[in-house]
């Protein structure tokens, strides 16, 4: 069996890559015997490696005779057999980079997610800015790739363009290419540093799936099963919110209406008069970035904040790429049950440009909506603050903030990134009383009820 280029640039024969799969795959607690590895090798001609479903799914009936729940093989196959390792000459042109997403949009939709994957990483991951830093971890490069190519855009194209376009099949298009670039990234990370660990999947013992699982990095399952833990936070912090303002009911005592009052009882206390607080009931208006890969963390925050709606009543949302629409009515419709393809294709959320622009958005809420704030109003943006090196136009923010309550900013990212490349963080941060990083479920729980 030949070699093939990898995407570090050497050759790597086939039944190394092979034998390093199988070394892996038992190092992680699989029996694999060398037969198993024998008959894998003899599969491997009669296999097409330009086609990644038949190539995957003959490597793992000859070794994998266990179940697989943390996804180690996948992991591993990615990391040894990615998408870019057919030649350059074997890819179809896709011009990635190009300001026409037609391309684009057709590939996403009939073309070879392969191809698609290994141009938007070679365009787009930054292996080769010459910054001096050398190669960064594996998710700067990934979260570079998935900015660039604005994949919630490009299926919104792809849903508004073509009729016979089905929501589920383009989704899980979407999914296998989110993961096809990954598997490139690791794989030029893997052959620049051979030494470099790998990454391979959640570790089970490392908590409940809401303090483990981050938004920004999640499979569609570990999404979906987040949708599933929505629902029963927001009645935990119901239930915390409403012992709260139970309490609040009860403030300190008024120690002169409980001497008028023990009067009656020959200056005995027995009425103890106390002086009531009025609970806050927030006004509440949720701006969400729903562009690239923060479309599904705001999807979640607006999720969560419409099943609060017993105890805010009062509550309006809002979403954005570089325009803004509501859909407050848009989410009752549905149940608060949505998902970002839904909110694209029935909202006006896509301007000039179709990418991220913070400082228009501002700017036209503040227009919009900035008149009815008023100092019981509190505003909860979500986003990655990433406006592609466009004005930030923080003093828009900062006037936000005189006229309403609190400005609140829940940020996806680490902390480790906020400020970095196009990220206006620094700028925003100032006009906020506190910018989070939620990372995951449980963070986002507590950031709310900080919040509220």
Sequence with gaps: MEGAADAAGTDVPLVDRLVALSRGLH??????????????????????????????????????????????????FDRHFPAALRAAGDRAAIDVAGGDPTGLVDALVDGDLADLAAGLVEAHAGFDDGDGQGLRGERHHVHRVLRAADLARLMMLALRDRDEADPAELRARVDELKRLILADVRAHLAG????????????????????????????????????????????????????RRQHARSGRVDMRRTMRRS???????????????????????????????????????????????????????????????????LLERTDHQIEPWQILRNTNVIGASGHSDYGAVLERFH??????????????????????HRDARAPVLGELA????????????????????????????????????????????AAIERIL
């Design 367 to 388: 227009d919009s909506i900035g008149p009815a704030l008023a100092g019981t109003a509190t505003v909860l943006i979500t986003g990655d603050a990433r406006s592609n």
């Design 402 to 445: 005189r006229r309403c309550r609190s400005v609140f900013w829940l940020n996806p990212e680490p902390r480790a990134d906020w400020g970095t490349h196009d990220s206006a963080t620094d700028e925003y941060r100032p006009h906020c009383r506190e910018m989070f990083e939620v990372r995951t479920l449980a963070q986002l729980e």
């Design 27 to 76: 190092v992680r607690g699989f029996d694999v015997a060398p037969a198993d590895t024998l008959d894998a090798a003899a599969a491997l001609t009669h296999l097409d490696l330009a086609r990644r479903a038949e190539l995957r799914a003959g490597l793992r009936v000859t070794l994998v005779k266990q179940p697989d729940p943390d996804g180690d093989f996948d992991a591993l």
């Design 263 to 329: 009067l009656a009882t020959g200056g005995v206390p027995l009425d103890v008069a106390q002086r009531r607080r009025r609970p806050h009931r927030p006004e509440l208006y949720v701006l969400c970035d729903i562009s690239g890969s923060v479309a599904e963390f705001s999807v979640f925050t607006l999720t969560l904040m419409s099943a609060l709606a017993a105890e805010l009543p009062r509550t309006r949302s809002f979403v954005f790429v570089d325009a803004v629409d509501e859909i407050t009515e």
């Design 192 to 243: 620049a540093d051979p030494e470099a660990g790998l990454d391979v999947g959640l570790d089970p013992g490392l908590g409940d799936l809401a303090d483990r699982v981050e938004f920004l990095k999640a499979s569609r399952a570990e999404l979906d099963q987040l949708r599933t833990a929505v629902r029963p936070l927001a009645r935990r912090i119901a239930t915390k919110l409403a012992r």
